[in-house]
């Protein structure tokens, strides 16, 4: 069915990330015109942060990038990047009878000032800018273009003057539009919750004590020690600890689990010893959440083969030594009740991931969530995938998109049938 234009109206999708990027291939393949709507200049979502995927450890950029990479050249999904819904008016209070069973969506772009679809990424604005401003999203984003940093911008005009393909308007700011549909689905993800309310991690205290995403960022092929596992301080570290359940599965913060975070601790402890297999890793957690088979094997690799030390406990106490020669972690051994203090050279903490729609309170309208922001209340008809339903990672989520696709396809969800 690619490429026969359905003559049905469009299904919106919200969320350019992983699960938005499958849910709207899915569904243009079968035929149907959608509309992508992503918050950020790029498409790819949290998943481009990783460098590494579990249980395979494959590049997590490739996958994504192609995903994106399909949806920008797919003939029946029109990409609206820097964009989010401000409006969602359901058919019976729409007011034409031929409206009515669809859903009006007011999408307001906060446009780039320049043009994606023109800009031939010849880099002649960067060079002019006297202030800096203008700048080319990473090499491998999609879609690839220069963003002018409105705050650093006097103005001038110079980059408008020397762009030979007129891609640049300074004038523009939003604009809105408003698009008729049959359907929406909610991908907008996860996150990070910030890890600093909780005085006792030492958050901010040392900048060896990061979250998880920095540690990735910091581990990455593309990273600042090319692979090698440095501090940011550029040294090599003898003794990591990660720190479970950061704020999750905590009354003070999140009751919930976040779902991800055991395998993605074993992922980048594995990922350090296979770099340097002298390197102490130890891992904090509350319960070992390695479901199935594939994800079990992976745990039981890491703890026989790569010597890595699991430690039932959450940690009281995370602080720099006062000589300034590493971290303290204090903490209790729930499983032998030993209280100890331990010295380390990095502390990384899987703080808690929280819904995007929660994180960003009140910047769209949301079908009903419940009480921790989450989409995939049973009572709910909206369909919804990926981490804004539920906590969830790149696996389920991409599974979650396929039936939220199949689903919107059938006519369910928020204007349709359970
Ligand atoms: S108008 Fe001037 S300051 Fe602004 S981005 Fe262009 S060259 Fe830079
Ligand atoms: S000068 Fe124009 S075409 Fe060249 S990179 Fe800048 S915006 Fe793109």
């Known amino acids: 069915m690619k490429g026969e234009a359905d003559k049905r109206f469009p299904v919106i999708v919200v969320g350019g990330g992983v699960a938005g ?32 995927l579990y249980p395979t450890d494959h590049c997590a950029f490739c996958p994504v990038w192609t995903q994106a990479r399909l949806c920008l050249g797919h003939p029946l999904i029109t990409v609206h990047t820097h964009s989010c819904i401000e409006d969602v008016t359901q058919g019976k209070e729409m007011g034409k009878k031929q409206e009515q069973g669809l859903i009006q969506i007011i999408i307001c772009r906060d446009l780039n000032r320049i043009d994606p679809g023109r800009c ?9 800018c006297p202030e800096n401003a203008v700048s080319p999203t990473i090499c491998h984003a999609l879609p690839r273009t220069f963003l002018v940093d409105i705050n650093a911008c006097t103005g001038c005009g110079k980059c408008v003057a020397v762009c030979p393909t007129h891609a640049i308007d300074l004038e523009r700011k939003q604009d809105r539009i408003k698009i008729l549909a049959e359907n929406i689905i909610w991908a907008t993800g996860f996150a990070e919750s910030e890890v600093s309310v909780l005085p006792e991690l030492g958050y901010g205290s040392h900048p060896n004590i990061m979250t998880s995403l920095a540690f990735e960022a910091l581990l990455s092929e593309s990273g600042p020690g090319r692979g090698h596992v440095l501090t940011p301080g550029g040294k090599v570290p003898r003794r990591i600890a990660f720190v479970q359940c950061a704020g999750a599965r905590d ?168």
Not at 120 to 128: A, F, H, M, S, Y
Not at 273 to 299: A, L, S, W
Not at 354 to 372: F, I, M, R, Y
Not at 374 to 395: H, M, Q, T, Y
């Open 120 to 128: 031939i990424l010849c880099g002649r604005c960067e060079k002019v």
């Open 251 to 418: 009354q003070r913060k999140f009751a919930y689990c976040s779902a991800v975070c055991c395998m993605h601790a074993l992922k980048q402890a594995r990922w350090v010893k296979q770099r340097d297999p002298g390197m102490d890793c130890v891992i904090f957690f509350t319960d070992m959440r390695t479901e199935g088979r594939h994800y079990y094997n992976y745990y039981r690799q890491a703890v026989q083969e790569y010597s890595i030390v699991l430690v039932r406990s959450r940690p009281g106490l995370i602080c720099p030594l006062p000589s300034g020669d590493g971290l303290a972690v204090r903490y209790e051994n729930t499983r032998t009740g030993q209280v100890k203090t331990e010295r380390f050279d990095l502390v990384v903490l899987n703080g808690a991931l929280e819904p995007c729609q929660k994180a960003d309170k009140g910047s769209a309208p949301l079908p009903l969530t419940d009480d921790d922001g989450f989409i995939g209340k049973p009572s709910n008809p909206a369909l919804a995938c990926g981490f804004c339903r539920a906590p969830a990672d790149v696996e389920v989520s991409v599974v979650q998109a396929s039936s939220a696709a199949m689903g919107a396809y059938m006519g369910k969800g928020i204007n349709g049938k359970d």
């Open 21 to 52: 990027l499958t849910a709207a291939l899915d569904l243009a393949r079968a035929g149907r015109p959608v509309h992508l709507i992503e918050k950020s200049a790029v498409l790819g979502g949290q998943v481009t942060r990783l460098d590494k």
